[in-house]
């Protein structure tokens, strides 16, 4: 029997790769110019951690977590999300003491036991980024528009939307909360199942619900935009004046209540209608209770998080066929000489920074001219007897269809414009 992998975990095959490394360079690249650096946490950590920052009544911690008892019998967890790592490795490592500002980002691997269909999966990967330290609305803000710079930089803005809402603090959500209660109870029995145990646990939540009876009850529920106290309020006027004032376009949605308990007043989602119900690329907000809550000192923190199979989908639809294929040179090579010269040929060009692919064995010229349009080349350098004896490559533009013969000493000193 052959080996297989895990229901709900993927390979990233190297065809596709081309996708992921534009997406993670751009993130590095759009988030260090924000003064963001990379933070690299383990994938495995105390369940405590995520059960105590998430919230016992989370989808992620009552279902979705892989969680184990190791050999001296302590409890667990597969990194479910990012958040509560980074802000355990904060706490840990007092970077509060450091500096009354850090930004941190990270990528990698997250793991949730859930139902797998398009755009979800059981092992997955997010990047995210967390801005710890200030309580002022221009970090959610400038958070934000980075979230939105990044998404223009991959040119996939065209199929986003950037909604935002506030959920208050814990001076008017408890009031909020019993405003919802008071709202949803009456017709608790049309809920379904897992709503009309959120009202006792989490009703908030029932204003996420995907089934149509609940998206229907929870239409006319309560906002909590309404119900927002002087300082939430303020707080979330000035978060969209600063988006106002660079242009980041954004919609408000009341209903974003994101799963997580830490949230505190912003919170945001990157939503597509492209991609079926799976329609969040990215999701965040601010959590000021967290670090607290895991044993620092009281700092506030805003931060999210983007699935990266669902921006690849996304960059399926906008950059099809023939992307990221970058073979800069073929070398096509005719009889054993031939072969040699390929040999050093390819390596020299290389030196010189130029992606080069020939082939090991002699081919017929057909085989090799198939190979070079498979991998893309931008040129196709062809070299038999005829250009051994006079010291000449025949190139060939594979976009242009032309031909030239170039001496093989003129390949060399101007070799950078096969870069490309
Ligand atoms: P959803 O509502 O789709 O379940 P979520 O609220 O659970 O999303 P977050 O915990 O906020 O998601 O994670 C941030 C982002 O990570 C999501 O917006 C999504 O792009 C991605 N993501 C979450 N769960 C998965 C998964 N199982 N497979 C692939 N990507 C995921
Ligand atoms: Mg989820």
């Not at 967890?77 to 007092?94: F, K, M, N, W």
């Not at 990698?108 to 990967?125: I, T, W």
């Amino acid at each position: 029997m052959k080996v297989k992998s895990i229901r709900g975990f993927h390979d990233i095959l190297p065809e596709n790769i081309k996708r992921w490394h534009l997406i993670e360079d751009a993130a590095k690249y759009i988030f260090e110019l924000y003064g963001f650096s990379e933070i690299r946490i383990p994938v495995l950590e105390f369940t405590d951690v995520f059960a105590r920052s998430l919230g016992t009544t989370t989808d992620i911690v009552e279902k979705e977590m892989y969680t184990f008892t190791d050999r001296d019998g302590s409890s667990l967890t597969l990194r479910p999300e990012g958040t509560a790592g980074v802000v355990r490795a904060y706490i840990e490592d007092s970077m509060h003491a450091k500096s009354s500002i850090s930004k941190l980002y990270y990528t990698g691997m997250m793991f949730r036991h859930e139902r797998p269909q398009k755009g979800r999966f059981r092992g997955f990967y997010q990047i995210g980024a967390e801005l710890i330290g200030p309580e002022e609305p221009a970090s959610d803000a400038e958070l934000v528009a980075m979230l939105w710079r990044f998404f223009e930089e991959i040119d996939l803005t065209q199929f986003l939307e950037l909604e935002i809402s506030s959920l208050g603090d814990q001076n008017c959500r408890p009031q909020y909360k019993e405003k919802l209660v008071g709202y949803f109870s009456p017709q608790k029995n049309e809920l379904c199942e897992d709503c009309q145990r959120r009202l006792e646990t989490n009703p908030l939540r029932i204003l996420d619900c995907k089934q149509k009876r609940c998206k229907e009850i929870a239409a006319d529920a309560p906002s909590m935009l309404d119900n927002l106290c002087e300082d939430c309020e303020n707080h979330f006027d000035s978060v969209k004046e600063n988006l106002d004032s660079v242009g980041i376009p954004y919609k408000i949605n009341p209903k974003i209540v994101r799963g997580l308990d830490y949230y505190t007043r912003t919170v945001f989602e990157i939503t597509t209608d492209q991609l079926g119900s799976q329609n969040a690329v990215a999701a965040g907000g601010r959590y000021d209770g967290l670090v607290n809550e895991l044993g620092g000192p009281a700092t506030a923190a805003v931060g999210f998080a983007m699935g990266i199979e669902r921006i690849i989908l996304l960059q399926e639809i906008a950059l099809p066929e023939g992307f990221g294929k970058d073979v800069n040179v073929f070398i096509a090579h005719l009889g054993d000489e031939a072969r040699q010269a390929a040999f050093t040929l390819a390596f020299n060009l290389r030196n010189k920074g130029i992606s080069v692919e020939t082939d090991y064995a002699t081919k017929s010229l057909k085989s090799q001219m198939k190979r070079a349009d498979k991998l893309g080349a931008s040129y196709t350098f062809i070299i038999g007897e005829d250009e051994l004896k006079k010291a000449v490559i025949k190139v060939r533009d594979m976009k242009e269809s032309s031909e030239e013969d170039i001496k093989l000493e003129d390949i060399i000193n101007s070799s950078d414009k096969f870069k490309s």
